[in-house]
């Protein structure tokens, strides 16, 4: 993994840095933090304590190409709708979850083998990320960067490739799962602990807020959906436990500090 991910960084920001020396873009780097919410085939659909249980934390770098400024004259670009109101944004994040079994098959006074092996059961995912996003201003981009005190909220869409490093695992006898004393029947040869890469999808909705002249706080609400059920290391034969055929994904709400390059 390390290795096809050293050459993707060298590609995608050798990329941006070209195309500053083409076009003369302006450069904006940040990193961001904050709490994720998994939604995976642990726990139970719709459920708060599943919600509010399985959650982690995410951490991240991020690089922004500026249409609007070129810094080698100091100087704006030429006025136009998108350069005014569109942001690419690249990224490098992380984020891990340690995961386990809420809802009312969960239960203690659920005495049941089934209901004892749910319990058991733990899990965990890490998963590190790589992609881009588009980001849409809707008010002006120049006039945010002029006035100290603005807001600027924003949307975005993009797509992302990720390396993911599931768990599972059982609190009962030598803690392995797939096996009958361990594993409830529903997820029987339906668990693994291999990594993995899979595409996801990212849409976001978020705010800067103007600092100072070069910096730029950022809050930031995202959706990431990935194109895999096996990210958790769980996944349940669809056609059967139909509340398991959803695909895993996320929500995570992170905060940013954004620096803009000179």
Known sequence: MPKYLIITLLLLFGYTYEAKAQFGFSHEIGAIVGPVAFQSDYGERHDFSTNAGNTGYG?????????????????????????????????????????????????????KLFNKQLRAMRGSTAVTNIGMQLEYFPLSIRDFTATIGAWAPFVSLGGQFSFYDPEATSTIGDGRLNQPSTTPIKYYNATQNDGGTVWSVVGSIGTRYKLAPLSDLMVD??????????????????????????????????????????
Not at 71 to 81: D, G, K, L, S
Not at 235 to 261: C, H, M, Q, R, S
Request: include cysteine; charge should be negative; hydrophobic fraction near 30%.
């Open 59 to 111: 951490i991240g770098l991020i690089h922004y190409l500026n249409f609007s400024y070129k810094a080698e004259c100091n100087c704006y670009t030429p006025e136009t709708y998108f350069n005014d109101h569109f942001k690419l944004r690249s990224e490098l994040s992380y984020n891990k979850t340690k995961l386990k079994h809420f809802g009312e098959w969960v239960d203690d006074s659920k005495q």
């Open 221 to 262: 609400l995202r959706w990431q959906y990935y194109f895999s059920n096996w990210v958790d290391g769980l996944n349940p034969n669809p056609d059967i436990y139909t509340e398991n055929k959803a695909n895993d994904w996320l929500v995570w709400f992170n905060v940013g500090y954004i620096y803009y390059l000179q």
